[in-house]
């Protein structure tokens, strides 16, 4: 083989190699999903227990827990708060996003919630926050950030977390504390 395609051969197994890692990192049929509740606020979400391993503590926002890979190259956040104001999908981010909409790769904003997405400095950052009226109008969110080179491997674990939040049956519930 040429020197110069010998090279360039080496390369693109070098470059394919760490998208193929985190592939085998984060296998859907491998990934030990648990769900995750906020009882305070009636929450439930599945996340992947054996991809997202590291407990780094309490969230910053509301009630919840953060919790990030091993290698510590993606972080998942879940948590629950009041939505004592009122507010709806639209005014929240109106209210609280901290960047331009312009910059969002990616907005969906319903009656009853939101998501967005987008790329900064190789790294995508996705939002989803359902709003309930169970559990004294509570908002329940989870932010994901992970490496953009990791898009598809990560494709089927923002899928199924998004689509498993929710409040849980009013029946579970607990009730708010003053």
């Known amino acids: 083989m040429h020197p110069v395609l010998k090279s360039l051969a080496a390369i693109v197994l070098l470059g394919?190699?760490?998208?193929l890692a985190v592939q085998a990192q984060i296998r859907p049929d491998m990934a030990d999903w648990t769900t995750f509740y906020v009882p305070d606020f009636g929450t439930q979400i599945e996340y992947p227990?054996?991809?997202?391993?590291?407990?780094?503590?309490?969230?910053?926002?509301?009630?919840g827990r953060r919790f990030s890979t091993?290698?510590?190259?993606?972080?998942?956040?879940?948590?629950?708060?009041?939505?004592?104001?009122?507010e709806t999908p639209a005014s929240y981010l109106r209210e609280n996003l901290r960047v331009s909409r312009s910059t969002l790769d990616?907005?969906?904003?319903?009656?009853?919630?939101?998501?967005?997405?987008s790329v900064?400095?190789?790294?995508?950052f996705y939002s989803r926050c359902n709003f309930s009226t169970d559990a004294g109008g509570a908002i329940h969110c989870f932010d994901l950030v992970?490496?953009?080179?990791?898009?598809r491997a990560y494709d089927y674990?923002?899928?199924?977390?998004s689509r498993s939040l929710r409040p849980l049956?009013?029946?579970q519930s607990a009730t708010r504390g003053s």
Not at 120 to 124: E, L, T
């Open 146 to 151: 992970y490496p953009q080179q990791a898009k």
């Open 169 to 171: 049956e009013s029946s």
């Open 16 to 19: 394919s190699a760490v998208p």
């Open 70 to 86: 091993n290698d510590g190259s993606a972080n998942l956040t879940i948590y629950s708060r009041a939505n004592d104001a009122r």
């Open 120 to 124: 900064r400095q190789g790294m995508i």
């Open 106 to 117: 990616y907005e969906r904003v319903t009656p009853t919630f939101f998501a967005i997405s």
């Open 157 to 161: 674990v923002v899928t199924r977390v």
């Open 49 to 63: 227990a054996a991809i997202f391993a590291k407990d780094e503590g309490n969230s910053e926002k509301g009630i």
